[in-house]
C-alpha cells in the first residue's frame, strides 16, 4: 500500500513539472478546446480503430554453469529457459493520432507545448485559471492547478 501511495505521488510530482501539451487556438475557450479535441478523437477513433495485437519476445536460454570455489569443490548450475514476455500494441495508434492532429488543425488549432513556470513566478502570480487562450510568446509558461485546470502567464 506504502509503495502505491509512493508511486501514485510520484507520478504526480513529476505530471507537476512537466510542461503543457495542448491544441491551441488564441483566442478560443478552454471548453472550446475540449470539446474539439474530443471530437476529433472519436472521429479519429471511428476512422482508424483499436487493433490490438499481442506480441512475445522469444524465450531465452541460459546455459548451464561451473562454479569452482578456491579449495576446488566445484557446483553446477542446470541451464534453463526464461520465458519471453508478453505484451499489447496497437498498431494503429500513430495513424489515429495523425488523423486526430490533422482533425485539430482543420478546426484551426495546432498543437503547442507551455513551458511549466518556475516556482518562483508560480508563487509571485495570482491564483487563477486560463478560460480563453491568449497569444503565445516566447515568455509564456503554465501554472497548474490543483484541480487540473491551468493557467497560461507570460514572464518579465
Known amino acids: 500500500m506504502r509503495k502505491t501511495a509512493l508511486i501514485i505521488w510520484g507520478g504526480v510530482a513529476l505530471a507537476a513539472c512537466a510542461p503543457l501539451n495542448t491544441y491551441y487556438k488564441p483566442g478560443a475557450t478552454v471548453a472550446m478546446v475540449e470539446r474539439q479535441t474530443t471530437q476529433c478523437q472519436v472521429?479519429?477513433?471511428?476512422?482508424?480503430?483499436?487493433?490490438?495485437?499481442?506480441?512475445?519476445?522469444?524465450p531465452r536460454f541460459i546455459p548451464p554453469r561451473r562454479?569452482?570455489?578456491?579449495d576446488g569443490r566445484c557446483t553446477s548450475r542446470?541451464?534453463?529457459f526464461e520465458p519471453g514476455q508478453?505484451?499489447?500494441i496497437d498498431p494503429n495508434a500513430d495513424l489515429r493520432k495523425r488523423v486526430e492532429t490533422q482533425c485539430m488543425a482543420d478546426a484551426g488549432f495546432a498543437p503547442v507545448s507551455i513551458p511549466q513556470c518556475p516556482a518562483g513566478i508560480?508563487?509571485?502570480?495570482p491564483q487563477g485559471r486560463t478560460t480563453a487562450?491568449?497569444?503565445l510568446t516566447e515568455s509564456a509558461c503554465v501554472i497548474r492547478n490543483d484541480d487540473g485546470s491551468f493557467q497560461i502567464v507570460t514572464r518579465g
Open 43 to 58: 472521429d479519429a477513433l471511428a476512422q482508424v480503430p483499436v487493433v490490438l495485437q499481442t506480441v512475445r519476445t522469444p
Open 67 to 70: 562454479v569452482c570455489r578456491s
Open 78 to 80: 542446470a541451464g534453463y
Open 86 to 88: 508478453t505484451y499489447t
Open 122 to 125: 508560480a508563487k509571485a502570480a
Open 133 to 135: 487562450l491568449p497569444a
